[in-house]
């Protein structure tokens, strides 16, 4: 079975700041990889998938992720963070055909 | 275009109670699936249902059901309520037969049960 491991828990930084939040995976099959993001009171937003392809994937607001099969990581990132990015991010799991499994979450906390 | 809905936002049930929560999925989506987000954990999968049957279940006893209907709605059902059950509740909609279609999600049913 997969499964996911975000690896931070909290992450705090300042406006314009660059960020990662890390993400690894474990599967023995081939797998396709989502970041979603929550904010209060909401439900999950799709960030950015990977399906095949293109190991660099751009998403909405201005993040991407980068998946690296030998390391079995799925890290999302983003060059300069503003207030509004403060949210919860999760990064999640899933072979064909089968449910979607996500990590715990990591809370991106942007400070001016 | 409206998305997932769900209703009702918010619930407070007793011990021992039962409970139904409900869902409408995305305009175009087929398939449903109902996860359960417990105070800062990530979402875990109950089960999930398409053509009106449950195809595919998370580790959840079954105390846990569901329901799919013609129109493609669907309801969760949970019985014998405990304390560990208050959550949110979310429902994402999907369409099969898209290549690994994303999950859209609604804002969830924020259950307690005291």
């Known amino acids: 079975a997969q499964s996911v491991t975000q690896l931070d828990s909290q992450v705090p930084v300042f406006e314009e700041a660059p960020v990662e939040l890390r993400c690894n995976y474990s599967?023995?099959?081939?797998?396709?990889l989502f970041w979603y993001v929550q904010y209060p009171n909401q439900g999950l937003q799709l960030l950015l998938k990977?399906?095949?392809?293109?190991?660099l994937v751009k998403g909405i607001n201005g993040f991407e992720a980068e998946f690296n099969k030998s390391q079995t990581s799925f890290h999302l990132r983003k060059p300069s963070v503003h207030i509004s990015d403060t949210a919860e991010y999760f990064c999640?799991?899933?072979?064909?055909?089968?449910?979607?499994?996500f990590g715990k979450g990591t809370t991106l906390s942007v400070s001016s | 275009d409206a998305g997932v809905t769900q209703s009702p936002t918010h619930l407070i049930k007793t011990r021992g109670q039962q409970v139904t929560l409900r869902c409408s999925p995305k305009?175009?989506?087929?398939?449903v699936s109902w996860y359960q987000q417990a105070l800062g954990q990530g979402p875990q999968f109950i089960f999930q249902?398409?053509?009106?049957?449950?195809?595919q279940r998370g580790n959840f006893p079954d105390r846990f059901s569901g329901h799919q209907f013609p129109n493609y709605s669907s309801e969760l059902n949970v019985n014998a309520l405990l304390l560990g059950d208050s959550a949110l509740y979310l429902c994402?909609?999907?369409?099969?037969?898209?290549?690994?279609?994303?999950?859209?999600f609604g804002n969830g049913t924020r259950l307690t049960v005291t």
């Open positions: 990977y399906l095949s392809g293109s190991t």
């Open positions: 249902y398409y053509e009106e049957e449950e195809r």
């Open positions: 305009s175009g989506h087929d398939t």
């Open positions: 999640a799991v899933m072979r064909a055909g089968t449910a979607l499994i």
């Open positions: 994402a909609s999907s369409r099969t037969g898209v290549t690994n279609s994303p999950l859209h």
């Open positions: 599967s023995s099959v081939s797998v396709y």
